[in-house]
């Protein structure tokens, strides 16, 4: 009787600390850790299960599914993610992060700073909306994109469209268009050294 009452006891305990909800501070920080470590099951834990990213003019809803799609593309690219601050603005909250990739890095914008609005739906993640970029160069950054855009074209049209494909696929063919370019510009270097 005292091993029933002592076990029933625990699983108590154990379902209250599971169901413990986190504060949306906590929340954002489990969320971008989450992504940092590779850990989708994190993130899947504070996101609603419709959210959208909304950068710029582009408006991305998802569901839990296609999220997980978007999430193995930027994988893809080796992301890092730091918050470095966190301040509520009424019911939402407003972070500040910066982001460092393979992609970013080729585009000469790594890592990128930016600020981002989070916004919540029964204690998940409904909503992130990219306000504004910190010191980033838009201007090196489209030179280099068009340069690596028109070079795969011209060279390697298989991979054309990469650009725009947020897809696992289209992430491996981008970090494959960053690789032939710079292999291009290697033996550029080279013959152009050479008497």
Not at 18 to 35: C, G, I, M
Request: aromatic letters at 12%.
């Amino acid at each position: 009787m005292k091993k029933t009452i002592f076990i029933l006891f625990l699983i108590t305990v154990l379902n209250s600390c599971d169901n413990q909800k986190l504060s949306p501070k906590e929340t954002v920080t489990t969320y971008y850790n989450a992504f940092d470590s590779g850990d989708f099951n994190k993130i899947k834990a504070v996101i609603h299960d419709s959210i959208t990213l909304v950068s710029g003019d582009f408006v991305m809803p998802f569901n839990k599914t296609s999220f997980k799609e978007f999430y193995k593309w930027d994988s893809i690219f080796e992301p890092t993610y730091e918050i470095l601050q966190l301040s509520e603005d009424n019911n939402d909250f407003v972070a500040t992060i910066t982001q460092k990739n393979i992609r970013n890095g080729f585009l000469k914008n790594n890592p990128l700073k930016l600020h981002i609005k989070v916004s919540f739906v029964s204690g998940k993640i409904i909503k992130l909306e990219e306000l504004d970029y910190i010191d980033v160069n838009w201007t090196v950054w489209n030179q280099e994109k068009d340069s690596l855009v028109n070079w795969i074209k011209a060279n390697h049209p298989e991979l054309d469209g990469f650009v725009n494909d947020m897809t696992m696929t289209g992430a491996m063919n981008y970090l494959k268009a960053i690789e032939l370019f710079e292999k291009k510009g290697k033996l550029e270097i080279q013959k152009s050294h050479q008497p």
